[in-house]
């Protein structure tokens, strides 16, 4: 089984900034990428940003370019989100996620971000 463990958001006011943490647990062979998705309600599930655990090259959003930078630490298996000037459109659920080789993807609990004056 795999277990990821979220930390970090919150309420923050327009151009606020917040950060985010996830650990993964459990069987974590074949570990692959992590990444942060975001929810609001009727809408589908959408990549905020991803990070190739080995190479460390990462992808964003078009909407979260420039605004929100994406870490890992390989030896404590965890994926970070530093989000800074915040916009009302990033309200959401944000979910880690974990994609391991041959196993598919894995996912957090969530962790509601709200922004808003």
């Known amino acids: 089984q795999v277990r990821l463990e979220e930390s970090g958001g919150g309420v923050v006011q327009p151009g606020g900034s917040l950060n985010l943490s996830c650990v993964a647990s459990g069987m974590l062979f074949g570990l692959n990428a992590m990444g942060w998705y975001r929810q609001v309600p009727r809408l589908p599930r959408e990549l905020v940003a991803r990070?190739?655990?080995?190479?460390?090259?990462?992808d964003y959003a078009d909407s979260v370019k420039g605004r929100f930078t994406i870490s890992r630490d390989i030896a404590q298996n965890t994926v970070s989100l530093q989000m800074k000037s915040l916009i009302p459109e990033d309200t959401a659920v944000y979910y880690c996620?974990?994609?391991?080789?041959?196993?598919?993807?894995?996912w957090g609990q969530g962790t509601q971000v709200t922004v808003s004056s």
């Open positions: 996620n974990a994609d391991i080789l041959r196993r598919g993807h894995y």
């Open positions: 990070i190739h655990m080995s190479s460390g090259s990462a």
